[in-house]
T-cell receptor, first 109, second 113 residues
Framework: GEDVEQSLFLSVREGDSSVINCTYTDSSSTYLYWYKQEPGAGLQLLTYIFSNMDMKQDQRLTVLLNKKDKHLSLRIADTQTGDSAIYFCAAQTGNQFYFGTGTSLTVIP | DARVTQTPRDKVTEMGQEVTMRCQPILGHNTVFWYRQTMMQGLELLAYFRNRAPLDDSGMPKDRFSAEMPDATLATLKIQPSEPRDSAVYFC???????????FGPGTRLTVT
């Protein structure tokens, strides 16, 4: 199966930008996703990008995809305390979905 | 505000008992996914359906787990017999099609003692 890897923790100050990184191993991955999970809740889809794109922007979120390096990042501009959560990267290959271990983002007021 | 619903939210049971978890996908969605989340293994895809037919259940232990969609508004995940290692949060998600967004339910926290 595919390996999807993320760093476990990230701390940023309120108002700064956060960048969460993800690497995957299967170059045939078609869709790449970012989800947010708050304590005691299910995952919430934030955004996704098709593999033939290299960037997607949606309000404070910017996704960058480097397909050559199999590297995906999520940038959150003007990070707020409400952005504190676990962020999951996921890759879809065919009918399979592979999730990273999640990055716990802590926003310091 | 359309949402995926799951019942029960919490379930505590003894080893050997049957457990049934239910999911109501968002109306109009034709794909349904079952995931399991644990601290050790993270998020694992167990099974998923498109138009009520199982598309992939390779992530599911076949000897004790079964997943069905009796109709378009109900998906079930059954464990029989349950074991302590099945303790996890089980999420259901639905989507409008394969490829693209998935909308997760709040999860069922299962504890098997």
């Amino acid at each position: 199966g595919e390996d999807v890897e993320q760093s476990l923790f990230l701390s940023v100050r309120e108002g700064d930008s956060s960048v969460i990184n993800c690497t995957y191993t299967d170059s045939s991955s078609t869709y790449l996703y970012w989800y947010k999970q708050e304590p005691g809740a299910g995952l919430q889809l934030l955004t996704y990008i098709f593999s033939n794109m290299d960037m997607k922007q949606d309000q404070r979120l910017t996704v960058l995809l480097n397909k050559k390096d199999k590297h995906l990042s999520l940038r959150i501009a003007d990070t707020q305390t409400g952005d504190s959560a676990i962020y999951f990267c996921a890759a879809q290959t065919g009918n399979q979905f592979y999730f990273g271990t999640g990055t716990s983002l802590t926003v310091i007021p | 505000d359309a949402r995926v619903t799951q019942t029960p939210r919490d379930k505590v049971t003894e080893m050997g008992q049957e457990v049934t978890m239910r999911c109501q996908p968002i109306l109009g969605h034709n794909t349904v996914f079952w995931y399991r989340q644990t601290m050790m293994q993270g998020l694992e895809l167990l099974a998923y359906f498109r138009n009520r037919a199982p598309l992939d259940d390779s992530g599911m232990p076949k000897d004790r787990f079964s997943a069905e969609m009796p109709d378009a508004t109900l998906a079930t995940l059954k464990i029989q017999p349950s074991e302590p290692r099945d303790s996890a949060v089980y999420f259901c998600a639905s989507g409008p099609g394969v490829g693209g967004e998935q909308y997760f339910g709040p999860g069922t926290r299962l504890t098997v003692t």
